[in-house]
Every structure is written in C-alpha cells, then in structure tokens.
C-alpha cells in the first residue's frame, strides 16, 4: 500500500518530504508532482525501481527517463555543456522544459539514449518537486505518469492514489500548475531543434 503525503505547494512540510526523501533512498517509486503533469520518479542506482516504472508505463528499454535537476550546477554535473548551451539553460530554467544533451561519466549507459550518448533533463519550477530534491542531495530519474491507453497524463494526487497504491511506495499529493507533456528541446543540434512542443513555450 502506497503511503500518501498530502504536501502544501508553497510551504511543503519538511516531516512529509523526509518521509518521501526516504522511501526513494530505499529503492522506492513516488509518483511526484512537477510543473507538467505527475512524473513516477526512482533514483539513479536502482534498476529495479525503472523496471517497474517501464512495466507501469507499458514501455519497452529503449524508452528514456529524463534526469530532474535542482540547478544548472547538476545539469553540469550529468551531462556536458558548451557555452551557447549553458547561456540558453540559463535562460529557461526553471520551467517546463526537457533539454536533451550529452551524457557525463556520471550517468550509466543504461540511461543514455539507446542510439546516441544523450539524456534528457530538465530543472522544474514546483516548490515540492525542488524541496524533494534538496532533501535527496541528487537527482531524480523520472518519466511521465501517463498510463497505458491512457490519451493524457494524471493529474490529480488521489486519483493516482486509487489506480496505483498496490504498485508504488507512495504518492505526493500537491497542486500542479499544468497538465501536459514537457517542450523537448535537442541541444546537441545548432541551432537547437524542437523535438515536442508542450506547454512551455518555444521560440
């Protein structure tokens, strides 16, 4: 059964996020708020925690998860960026944004894209989603909780609860500003390539 944390959006109660913090360090899958839609969320170092989100999400290996950074300072640490790179991540985080970018020697090459050194990461503008970071000291390994068959992803924290409190550890339950898919943006090309558009904006 999966705990439920019912966490204020602006003023998140430190207790709860501990207690989330927690369950992820144990190997545990959070189905998270962020700033485009709920994400189910695990850490980088359990392989198994992926599995069971690819099996929830009805998605083979080769679907990529996309690393959620506190600052532009992580997103150096796992992927690596020149300068035009850095002054448009600048520029645009936080906010709902996947940048899609060469790996680092940090992340395993089970993450990478199965064709290209690359991952996806983005630094979202949620209060809860970066206090939840601050607490783990690391980044998140996330993927959109849209489940299969489903047309759009979910949105709403007991909803969530019902359908998948047999599946995962626990559910964050939190305001979100938007409902929808990231905007996809290919870094490695120049200019930068438009791979979806989502709810922020681009150009």
Known sequence: MA???VIHAENPQTRLIQQAAQLLKQGGILACPTDSSYALVCLMEYKDA?????RLRGVDDEHPFTLICRDLAEIGTYAKVNNSQFRLLKAMTPGAYTFLLEASREVPRRLHHPKRS???LR???HVVTQTLLEALDCPLLSMTLQLPGEEVPMSVGWEIRESLEHHIEGVIDSDIAHVGATTILDL???PPELVRAGVAPWP
């Open 3 to 5: 705990q439920y944390f």
């Open 50 to 54: 992926q599995t069971r989100i690819r």
């Open 118 to 120: 690359t991952i996806g």
């Open 123 to 125: 630094v979202p503008q």
């Open 188 to 190: 490695t090309q120049e």
